[in-house]
């Protein structure tokens, strides 16, 4: 009697299918743990962006200072000296609606805070850049709302961006971005002003960390997530821009 069984040449052909069909899935998978990040980061920035209406509600509808006071920052940073001194760092002051009685100290300390597709959400490769650099997340907050901005003086609510995801990464000779705020404008006559933080690859924003798109939220407490020239591709879009002309 003759035993039945798989030859050597049947069992190949078996391994070189599961290969085959491993190659294909393996991208699929990837992509599907990405995706899961992706909805994870969104959500984080969607309670962040409720916890800053709760804000406004405690507030008399003036959105966190953190920097010195100006109704013009765009214009008045001609000096490059607005963003000294930081009282507090931006997201700071929304923690206690995020995490019930806790204190506004450090935002490093909520896990609302981090995306968990960023690699260095807490800024260390900042710290040993420079050990005074300002406390950062994965998030950073348009820099029109921390010099004592009011509601009211947001013509489209659904459409200007209030935090956005940071940068943490190195990108060639350009070191990550370290600041928990980013400046939505440039003015390239003055060497101290802020420098152009929109550039889509060196700038403040990581605009295509999630499969080519970025996460965004938005003043009414919606988040999206949108690729950069649905956000910034001016004169005809900007929604990074607070204020009536």
């Keep these: 009697m003759r035993r039945s069984g798989f030859s050597l040449i049947e069992l190949l052909v078996v391994i070189a299918i599961i290969g085959i069909l491993a190659a294909l899935l393996f991208p699929v998978f990837s992509q599907a743990k990405q995706s899961a990040k992706r909805v994870t980061c969104l959500s984080n920035m969607r309670q962040t962006g409720m916890a800053a209406l709760a804000y406004l509600n405690d507030a008399d509808d003036v959105y966190p200072q953190t920097r010195q006071f100006s109704a013009q920052p765009a214009i008045d940073d001609i000096s490059g000296a607005l963003d000294e001194p930081i009282y507090r760092p931006a997201l700071a002051p929304l923690q206690p609606y995020i995490d019930s009685g806790r204190e506004a100290t450090a ?3 909520s896990p609302i805070f981090v995306c968990p597709q960023d690699s260095d959400p807490f800024g260390q490769r900042c710290l040993e850049i420079d050990p005074d650099s300002p ?3 994965s998030y950073v907050v348009n820099a029109y709302f921390v010099f004592g901005l009011g509601g009211a003086s947001i013509s489209k609510p659904s459409n200007t961006i209030y935090i956005a995801e940071r940068r ?3 990108v060639g000779d350009e070191d990550p971005y370290c600041d928990d705020i980013y400046h939505p ?3 390239s006559s ?6 152009d933080e929109m550039d889509l690859t060196l700038g403040a924003i990581a605009t295509t960390r999630h499969l080519g798109l970025a996460n965004y939220d938005f003043v009414d407490g919606h988040a999206e997530a949108l690729p950069w020239s649905q956000t910034y591709s001016p004169p005809a879009t900007n929604q990074h821009l607070t204020l009536q002309p």
């Design 107 to 109: 935002e490093g300390d």
């Design 135 to 137: 406390a950062v997340t």
């Design 168 to 170: 943490s990464n190195a």
């Design 185 to 187: 404008w440039f003015n």
């Design 190 to 195: 003055n060497v101290k002003a802020p420098d």
